[in-house]
């Protein structure tokens, strides 16, 4: 496996790799049409087709009783950083305004594991845990980037809409597989998540849709597993 002098964004795009995750510079690659491209404040599934610039990107984000409501790991207040600590583990952090006072200390790390999976870790210290209103990530996607609209939760199938949409697509689920780019060569890979969650679409028509799991579960940290196929 090739080394990475990084950042930390997870992402994926072109290369002759197969079946095997390969490190280079600041990406993963796991496939010719995809790779994870770390940043210190988001990663995401990246995937590039000649010029064009196409993909899903993946941040953490909470919901909290500062007056602002909601950050992510994007937002410029929270100071995101981020240090290589070896070969295969990233490790970022971030301080989220709990109130108008009190601070969460966010951290997370992303690991590349000797089993081809990438292993992501998102957790938090506050002195008012009861501040934290909502906490999960966003899984931005385009719907030109599937080969069928739809994605898949524990083996269901279910449709991604095209027109300007909010709704639930599995409630109180435990521990799901979540499929994205199904069936699509070079980009499907899923998500196992670790925890009870909510999963909703946020579709627009013209622009770049999204999905968001919300971890239900009363944690400190949400952590899940990506598995390229």
Same mark, same amino acid.
């Given at each position: 496996?090739?080394?990475?002098?990084?950042?930390?964004?997870?992402?994926?795009?072109?290369?002759?790799?197969?079946?095997?995750?390969?490190?280079?510079?600041?990406?993963?690659?796991?496939?010719?049409?995809?790779?994870? =491209?770390?940043?210190?404040?988001?990663?995401?599934?990246?995937?590039?087709?000649?010029?064009?610039?196409?993909?899903? @990107?993946?941040?953490?984000?909470?919901?909290?009783?500062?007056?602002?409501?909601?950050?992510?790991?994007?937002?410029?207040?929270?100071?995101?950083?981020?240090?290589?600590?070896?070969?295969?583990?990233?490790?970022?952090?971030?301080?989220?305004?709990?109130?108008?006072?009190?601070?969460?200390?966010?951290?997370?790390?992303?690991?590349?594991?000797?089993?081809?999976?990438?292993?992501?870790?998102?957790?938090?210290?506050?002195?008012?845990?009861?501040?934290?209103? @909502?906490?999960?990530?966003?899984?931005?996607?385009?719907?030109?980037?599937? =080969?069928?609209?739809?994605?898949?939760?524990?083996?269901?199938?279910?449709?991604?809409?095209?027109?300007?949409?909010?709704?639930?697509? @599995?409630?109180?689920?435990?521990?799901?597989?979540?499929?994205?780019?199904?069936?699509?060569?070079?980009?499907?890979?899923?998500?196992?998540?670790?925890?009870?969650?909510?999963?909703?679409?946020?579709?627009?028509?013209?622009?770049?849709?999204?999905?968001?799991?919300?971890?239900?579960?009363?944690?400190?940290?949400?952590?899940?597993?990506?598995?390229?196929?």
């Amino acid at each position: 496996m090739k080394k990475l002098l990084g950042m930390m964004i997870l992402g994926f795009t072109a290369s002759s790799f197969a079946g095997e995750l390969v490190i280079e510079k600041d990406s993963i690659h796991y496939s010719r049409l995809a790779k994870f =491209a770390l940043l210190p404040y988001h990663y995401g599934m990246i995937s590039v087709q000649g010029n064009q610039f196409t993909g899903s @990107a993946i941040y953490f984000s909470m919901e909290t009783k500062h007056p602002k409501k909601f950050f992510s790991m994007m937002a410029k207040e929270v100071d995101p950083k981020m240090v290589r600590k070896n070969d295969t583990l990233w490790e970022a952090t971030a301080k989220i305004p709990a109130d108008e006072k009190n601070i969460i200390d966010l951290t997370t790390t992303v690991h590349v594991t000797q089993f081809n999976s990438i292993e992501v870790k998102h957790s938090w210290k506050t002195a008012v845990p009861e501040n934290i209103r @909502a906490k999960g990530i966003f899984i931005n996607y385009a719907l030109k980037d599937f =080969a069928k609209p739809c994605v898949k939760i524990d083996g269901k199938e279910y449709s991604l809409p095209n027109e300007n949409q909010v709704g639930p697509l @599995a409630l109180n689920i435990d521990s799901p597989d979540l499929v994205l780019y199904p069936d699509c060569s070079g980009r499907e890979f899923t998500i196992t998540f670790d925890g009870k969650c909510n999963i909703y679409y946020y579709a627009n028509k013209d622009k770049n849709s999204c999905l968001r799991v919300n971890l239900l579960d009363d944690a400190n940290e949400f952590r899940y597993t990506i598995l390229p196929k």
